[in-house]
C-alpha cells in the first residue's frame, strides 16, 4: 500500500501515527483471512503499530525501521527554512545527507532517478516523520503506553 503522502496516495493534515495506522489496519481488514506485513522505514513503525491493532496481521517483516540515535532538531529547523524559503531540494539533500546519513555520491544517484521527484514532493513527510520520532529513541507504540 502507498502510506499517506508516499506514491498515489494524498496527504491529510494534521498528520498523526494513528491515522497511519487506521490506514494499515483498513487494508488488512479488506484482504481475506490473514496477512504478511512488510514494512520498510517509517512503514515498519506504521506496520508494527498496526498488529497491535488487528489480529489479522499472522507475519510480520520490518526493515530498516528509524531508530533515533542523535538529536536532529537544528537540522530540521534549517530544513524547514529552507523550504519556507522554497528550497525543497536543499532540505531532503540535508535529509538525506545529515539525517539518514547517504553519501553524497549516493545522494547524487538518487537525484537522477526519477523517483526523486516524488521525495521532493514530499520532503515535509521526512521532517513529520522525525519530529514525531525525535521525543524519544522510538514510537511510543500501544504496549508501551
Same mark, same amino acid.
Given at each position: 500500500?502507498?502510506?499517506?503522502?508516499?506514491?498515489?496516495? $494524498?496527504?491529510?493534515?494534521?498528520?498523526?501515527?494513528?491515522?497511519?495506522?487506521?490506514?494499515?489496519?483498513?487494508?488488512?481488514?479488506?484482504? &481475506?483471512? &490473514?496477512?504478511?506485513? %512488510?514494512?520498510?522505514?517509517?512503514?515498519?513503525?506504521?506496520?508494527?503499530? *498496526?498488529?497491535?491493532?488487528?489480529?489479522?496481521?499472522?507475519? @510480520?517483516? %520490518?526493515?530498516?525501521? &528509524?531508530?533515533? @540515535?542523535?538529536?536532529?532538531?537544528?537540522? %530540521?529547523? +534549517?530544513?524547514?527554512?529552507?523550504?519556507? *524559503? $522554497?528550497? +525543497?531540494?536543499?532540505? @531532503?539533500?540535508?535529509?538525506?545527507?545529515?539525517?539518514? @546519513?547517504?553519501?553524497?555520491?549516493?545522494? *547524487?544517484?538518487?537525484k537522477?532517478? &526519477?523517483?526523486?521527484?516524488?521525495? %521532493?514532493?514530499?520532503?515535509?513527510?521526512?521532517?513529520r +516523520?522525525t519530529?514525531?520520532? +525525535?521525543?524519544?529513541?522510538?514510537?511510543?507504540?500501544?504496549?508501551?503506553?
Amino acid at each position: 500500500m502507498d502510506r499517506r503522502a508516499h506514491g498515489a496516495s $494524498g496527504d491529510t493534515l494534521p498528520y498523526s501515527l494513528q491515522k497511519e495506522v487506521e490506514d494499515v489496519v483498513a487494508v488488512v481488514a479488506a484482504q &481475506p483471512g &490473514p496477512v504478511f506485513v %512488510l514494512g520498510h522505514s517509517f512503514g515498519a513503525v506504521c506496520a508494527f503499530e *498496526a498488529a497491535f491493532h488487528t489480529t489479522k496481521i499472522a507475519r @510480520l517483516a %520490518l526493515y530498516e525501521p &528509524p531508530v533515533r @540515535l542523535a538529536d536532529h532538531s537544528a537540522i %530540521l529547523a +534549517r530544513m524547514e527554512a529552507m523550504m519556507r *524559503a $522554497g528550497d +525543497r531540494e536543499g532540505a @531532503l539533500m540535508t535529509f538525506m545527507s545529515e539525517i539518514v @546519513l547517504i553519501s553524497a555520491d549516493e545522494v *547524487a544517484a538518487m537525484k537522477a532517478r &526519477p523517483s526523486w521527484a516524488g521525495l %521532493l514532493a514530499t520532503v515535509e513527510t521526512s521532517v513529520r +516523520r522525525t519530529e514525531r520520532c +525525535r521525543s524519544t529513541n522510538s514510537i511510543p507504540l500501544a504496549h508501551e503506553r
